[in-house]
């Protein structure tokens, strides 16, 4: 049989294969049904390779140590019934394995080869473009889906997916103009597809165009409510256009209605709220009782170092609401994990995530000096930290707050030197 990129896949049922395929949709529109969907494929065919192979993605993308276990359920799965898959199936499968051990660059290392022999592979492309995302792999970002484009067609399904990931790849490596273009491409082919919508997004961020960004989202806030929790980060980019307005009341009233409602402690909702609350008060304004929760969530998750972006603002949170020892607990954790791994998330704790942590927790302890300090040092490397460079800007920002409270002047100068060619840059 034939998935809905009219790739073979190993399976004879046809109900499960289209369970499989409305799990693949449902997976690139950010949509809640798509855990359901793929468990709707296993349960009509258990040993559906690509099913549970599917499903051990989905569990990974949560990351989050919680899930581990149910990952390596469906690993084990999928390996069971890997024998009579196909090669480029079987890859899936290694690849898998390789991101449940940690090793990050093995995997996107198999979803590249998968990519070279068969191009339309949606999900090699997508997977790819997430994990390096969240390395700090910024040029492949671009390169890896610019180099998939030439084999696909308009006419294909998901083409437009396609360009939302150059698009985003391309704004991430300062080419603004043609990350634009392709952007808006993307989202008149396929509305429906987040990624696309917030590589537009970023655009408007990073050329500093906040009433296009206001403008770009002018929908109801009931718009993505069927979608998992990737609609609260497009929110936040409202509400960081909302904020460069000068608009705090509104964006508050967003940040309660939209960004973070209290009720989660996803990954991405705890790295949205967190620097958008520090955003918030860098601006003068005050935002009461709204870092508890957080606080809470980063104790009750301590230990938890799927990825360092979310460690840096558990640490945020913890100072900010003057938990110090939990905060040092948390810092001591990352480095008792990072202590006996070569894998690449143990890496950049060591290299750059340490530091950074540290560097807040200085600031919120007054500590300005040893905050500019520590930071300087980190900066040159922090995209190992993962994420974009609009959600990084977070701990300069640190930097840029520490020097105006030590009264450093000539940091102030410098610092703003740089954020001014930057914006020129960007503009050009």
Not at 19 to 47: C, F, G, W
Not at 187 to 199: F, G, I, S, T, Y
């Amino acid at each position: 049989m034939f998935d809905n990129q009219d790739l073979a896949i190993t399976v004879e049922n046809s109900t499960a294969l289209a369970a499989y395929n409305q799990a693949m949709s449902d997976l690139l529109e950010y949509r809640l049904t798509a855990m359901p969907s793929v468990k709707h494929a296993l349960e009509i065919e258990p040993s559906f390779c690509m099913a549970h192979c599917l499903r051990g993605y989905m569990l990974m993308m949560y990351s989050s140590f919680n899930v581990y276990d149910n990952a390596s359920v469906a690993l084990e799965n999928a390996k069971r019934c890997a024998q009579n898959a196909s090669l480029r199936e079987q890859r899936h499968v290694r690849a898998l394995e390789f991101w449940r051990l940690g090793d990050l660059h093995s995997a996107c290392a198999q979803w590249q080869q998968i990519l070279i022999d068969h191009p339309h592979d949606i999900l090699a492309l997508r997977l790819h473009h997430f994990v390096s995302f969240w390395m700090g792999r910024t040029e492949v970002l671009q390169s890896v889906p610019a180099a998939a484009l030439p084999a696909w067609t308009p006419e294909m399904p998901n083409y437009g997916n396609v360009l939302g990931m150059l698009a985003f790849g391309l704004q991430e490596n300062g080419h603004f103009t043609m990350a634009e273009e392709y952007g808006r491409d993307a989202v008149a082919r396929c509305p429906d597809d987040l990624w696309a919508v917030h590589a537009v997004a970023h655009v408007f961020e990073m050329q500093g165009r906040h009433a296009e960004g206001r403008e770009w989202f002018a929908v109801p806030l009931d718009k993505w409510d069927d979608r998992n929790p990737f609609r609260g980060h497009l929110w936040w980019h409202l509400g960081l256009f909302t904020l460069e307005a000068g608009d705090i009341e509104s964006a508050l009233a967003l940040y309660d209605k939209a960004i973070y409602t209290g009720d989660s402690d996803f990954y991405l909702d705890i790295q949205n709220a967190a620097s958008f609350l520090a955003r918030v008060e860098f601006k003068g304004a005050k935002v009461g009782a709204r870092w508890k929760l957080l606080a809470d969530y980063a104790e009750a998750h301590r230990d938890d170092h799927a990825l360092v972006f979310t460690d840096l603002h558990s640490v945020m949170s913890l100072a900010r609401e003057r938990r110090f020892g939990a905060a040092r607990a948390h810092i001591q954790s990352m480095k008792d994990y990072a202590s006996d791994s070569d894998m690449h998330v143990a890496q950049a704790i060591r290299r750059v995530g340490l530091d950074a942590c540290e560097g807040i927790l200085a600031f919120e302890e007054g500590e300005f000096d040893k905050c500019l300090s520590l930071i300087h040092k980190l900066r040159p490397l922090l995209q190992e930290v993962g994420a974009s460079h609009a959600q990084r800007d977070i701990v300069v920002q640190y930097a840029n707050e520490a020097a105006r409270r030590s009264d450093a002047q000539r940091t102030l100068a410098w610092l703003a030197n740089q954020q001014d060619f930057d914006s020129r840059l960007a503009q050009s």
